[in-house]
């Protein structure tokens, strides 16, 4: 069905409690929360997002986000119900989100739908925003998107 490596079919369904120790809720939504934990034996932060999507979506966007340069590590991903994801990132203070974003269609493969890409900050948005940003409020605008003729695209906010 893919070549993801980092997409198991066969992981456990979820993480064991004695291996993360919440620090503290970033944020908590109907389809997504984020949370910061330590990793118990490695004693590092981690980043601990769950979110809703598709498994096609999931896939894509872990793919993509696995070997880039600019995003956090991914440690694991757990598919914990059909459409639920838990993927465990890296924790960032301060970071290079911004300068991601705006190379977005130059280190892709193949353009990505619009709606996807919507999505994809959304979720990581939420997660890493106001680490990266130092930004206190999650409903501030990580990115937004910005549509000229022939210039659609998405783009780091203006308070860069």
């Known amino acids: 069905m893919n070549n993801c490596s980092i997409y198991d ?9 004695n291996t993360y120790q919440i620090i503290r809720t970033l944020h908590t939504r109907p389809d997504r929360s984020a949370h910061l934990a330590i990793h118990l034996l490695a004693g590092s ?19 993509y986000l696995k070997n880039h340069p600019f995003f956090p590590h991914t440690f694991e991903t757990r598919n914990e119900t059909p459409n ?44 890493l925003g106001f680490l990266h940003l130092e930004v206190t409020s999650t409903e501030q605008p990580i990115a937004r998107r910005r549509g000229r003729r022939g210039q659609e695209g998405i783009y780091p906010p203006s308070f860069r």
């Open 45 to 63: 932060l981690r980043i601990l997002k769950t979110l809703t999507s598709e498994p096609t979506e999931i896939i894509l966007l872990l793919c």
């Open 84 to 127: 639920t994801w838990l993927i465990t990132l890296d924790y960032c203070s301060g970071g290079d989100i911004l300068d991601y974003l705006p190379t977005w269609s130059k280190t892709c493969p193949s353009p990505l739908p619009v709606s996807f890409s919507k999505k994809l900050i959304s979720y990581l948005g939420d997660a």
């Open 9 to 17: 079919r066969n992981a456990p369904r979820t993480i064991p409690s």
